[in-house]
Every structure is written in structure tokens, then in C-alpha cells.
């Protein structure tokens, strides 16, 4: 991969973004996470799915979808989003039904 031009990483003035890129070499090459897809956080203890809105290929991050506060104020206004590291995202792919076994004879569903 390419590194970033140098012009892109430079700042202008105080209200432009900083540009956080990873070295090239550490950059992901082939995504399989895109926007539309739903994904698990690994180390989450709630298990709860995220749907995927961008992602940043300088920084490998992900970002998704923010949850809505139930007792907020402003009702105009959308919910934050938040960004995660790609090594921390699974792709949630659906459920599955696994066979019954001697052991347990009902199937069972795994996601």
C-alpha cells in the first residue's frame, strides 16, 4: 500500500481534523466489514449488535451506529456515533441451528 501524502496529514488551521493513519504496512487490506453489515464487539458482555455506518481505511476504524437516549431532550437531533478498532469487530453472519446430538436432543441455536 501507498503511504499518505503528506499535505493530508497536515493541519491549516485549529478547527481542521487531526488525521490519525496507521503505518501502510499495518493497514488492512481486504475489508470484509462494509457500511450496511451488522457486527458483535469482541469483549462486549452485552453481545448486542451494531450496524455498521463507515469505515476509515487510514486508521482502521469503524464506525457505527450510535444508540438513542430514551430520556433526551433534544429530539431533533441523531444520535452520536461511535468508532472501533477493526481487530476488535466480528461479522455477524445470522443464526444458525445446529444438530441434535446423543447428549442433547433438542437442536440448538448458536448465532
Not at 451488522?38 to 486508521?59: C, P
Not at 431533533?76 to 481487530?87: Q, T, V
Amino acid at each position: 500500500m501507498l503511504p499518505i501524502p503528506k499535505k493530508f496529514l497536515k493541519r491549516f488551521s485549529i478547527r481542521d481534523p487531526i488525521v490519525k493513519a496507521v503505518r501502510p504496512r499495518d493497514r488492512i487490506k481486504y475489508w470484509n466489514i462494509v457500511p450496511g453489515d451488522q457486527i458483535r464487539l469482541l469483549g462486549d458482555q452485552k453481545n448486542t449488535l451494531h450496524e455498521v455506518l463507515s469505515i476509515n481505511r487510514f486508521s482502521n476504524r469503524v464506525f457505527v451506529k450510535g444508540q438513542a437516549n430514551t430520556g433526551a431532550q433534544d429530539t431533533g437531533k441523531l444520535p452520536p456515533s461511535k468508532n472501533y478498532s477493526y481487530s476488535r469487530c466480528q461479522l455477524f453472519l445470522g443464526n444458525y441451528e445446529l444438530s441434535p446430538t446423543k447428549k442433547r436432543p433438542e437442536p440448538k441455536v448458536v448465532p
